[in-house]
């Protein structure tokens, strides 16, 4: 087994040379935070079985509790493997990975997001599964929507930002660019009229990725802890709003999935939206 995938921008690439031993979904805040997803998807390798391809300059790294320091790439924002604390495994992100290993069940299953709902038949944990032998991880749950519009932040909390209107919609996106901008097997993203978000802080932390060719695809993240924020676009009037960035409930569900053909092999949709191969026209 060979199974190689890179980065959005291509910059880091890696490949595993065997099944990993665990494929957790994780939906702790942090990794929310840091995907800009509904949850993560972790599979766990032994460190000979994962191996660079390609340059590993871009690659920077934020610790994010005293148990985990994480990567991701400078250039583009996407989460890339890195090894645990105590180096006996790796953690690659499934997300960027067409081909592979299939969850085996979710992981801090009562931390979810609020606007998420767990369904399908896989185990579900509150913590990590007791045979991991992994220490515990102390989160606060998710607020309700607070009297000055909704809220979101980045994982280092040096960028917020606020939502003061209704959001237009929501969806789940599927397509290979987002997969591998969030690292994750699908993006959540939300839309809203452009005047209707403000940065409380932390703007000039952004950095940006514009897919060469996209006509609007871009990626936008907190540089020093990679995550996903809301991108402006002004020629639509319009913000994309990574849900995994908010700290509130936005009170609106993704109402479909989009771009179903190029969902990833191991991954398998349990709810029952409606599913597009594409982006339906409106």
């Known amino acids: 087994m060979n199974n190689q995938a890179s980065c959005l921008c291509g910059s880091v690439s890696w490949e595993i040379s065997a099944e990993p031993f665990n494929a957790f979904n994780c939906h702790c805040k942090m990794c929310r935070k840091a995907h800009g997803a509904a949850f993560a998807t972790y599979w766990f390798v032994e460190p000979e079985q994962v191996s660079w391809v390609g340059g590993t300059d871009s690659i920077v790294h934020y610790r994010s509790s005293p148990l985990l320091t994480r990567s991701f790439c400078a250039t583009c924002g996407s989460v890339v493997p890195y090894p645990s604390e105590q180096g006996s495994h790796w ?138 924020m809301p991108r402006l676009d002004p020629g639509r009037g319009i913000a994309v709003v990574p849900f995994g960035s908010l700290d509130e409930d936005p009170g609106i569900r993704a109402s479909r999935h989009i771009y179903v053909d190029d969902m990833a092999h191991w991954y398998r949709i349990t709810d029952d939206l409606p599913q597009y191969g594409t982006e339906p026209r409106v």
């Open 91 to 228: 953690v690659v992100p499934g997300g960027c990975h067409d081909d592979g290993k299939p969850s085996d069940c979710h992981i801090f299953a009562a931390h979810h997001a609020p606007w998420f709902e767990i369904t399908g038949d896989l185990p579900r944990h509150d913590d990590y599964p007791e045979h991991t032998g992994m220490l515990r991880v102390e989160e606060e749950p998710g607020e309700a929507v607070g009297e000055d519009g909704l809220q979101g932040s980045c994982l280092c909390d040096r960028i917020a930002y606020r939502i003061t209107g209704p959001f237009k919609l929501a969806q789940h996106c599927h397509c290979h660019r987002c997969r591998r901008a969030r690292a994750a097997a699908h993006a959540t993203n939300g839309f809203v009229a452009l005047d209707d978000i403000e940065f409380l802080r932390g703007e000039d932390e952004l950095d940006y990725y514009k897919v060469p060719d996209a006509g609007y695809f871009m990626q936008v993240f907190c540089r020093t802890c990679g995550s996903k």
